[in-house]
């Protein structure tokens, strides 16, 4: 069993950094070439990455029997997530700008998250049941994977930068 997960441990980390250097190369080029095909294709590469990390987690946690951190990181997670949230709608907003709501939904994502982490952990570490982290994951994919599309149409819809009838900076600084 020992050897099994340590399998599976390597091949998480072969999948983190292998993506992590696709991503950041699809990125560079697609953003540069303004291609959003590759810079799609780049950014599903974090969403890999995000797997990755899910999985060797995953992996130490049933090796190790460790969900208090999940616990603990899942509640913090979920203040400053909420924090972060709720700023950036506040932002987006008033400066009329889909893609900072965009973000702020993204970030929505990761509060919804850190409850699907919260949720995942505690079940598991009263239980020891492993599809409770199982399902949690699939939760968190699920979640990733809407709120990445979204984030994507937005952008497209050109709607990047603020719509002030004064300057920008100025606007933020009165509001």
């Known amino acids: 069993m020992n050897k099994l997960l340590r399998t599976a441990f390597i091949l998480s980390l072969i999948t983190i950094f292998y993506n992590i250097i696709e991503g ?95 949720a995942s952990s505690g079940l598991y570490e009263v239980f020891h049941i492993a599809y409770f982290d199982i399902i949690g994951s699939l939760g968190i994919a699920y979640f990733a994977f809407n709120e990445g599309r979204e984030a994507f149409e937005k952008v497209r819809s050109g709607n990047l930068a603020c719509n002030c009838e004064d300057d920008c900076e100025t606007e933020i600084v009165k509001g």
Do not use: Q
């Open 24 to 118: 950041l190369i699809s990125v560079y080029f697609g953003a540069g070439d303004e291609t959003l095909a590759l810079f799609g294709f780049g950014a599903d590469s974090f969403v890999e990455v995000i797997s990755g990390i899910g999985i060797a987690h995953m992996i130490f946690r049933m090796k190790y029997s460790n969900t208090i951190p999940g616990i603990v990181i899942a509640v913090i997670s979920i203040a400053t997530m909420y924090w972060l949230m709720t700023s950036k709608l506040n932002i987006g907003k008033a400066l009329n700008s889909d893609a900072i709501i965009a973000d702020a939904n993204c970030t929505k994502t990761c509060f919804y998250l850190s409850f699907i982490l919260l």
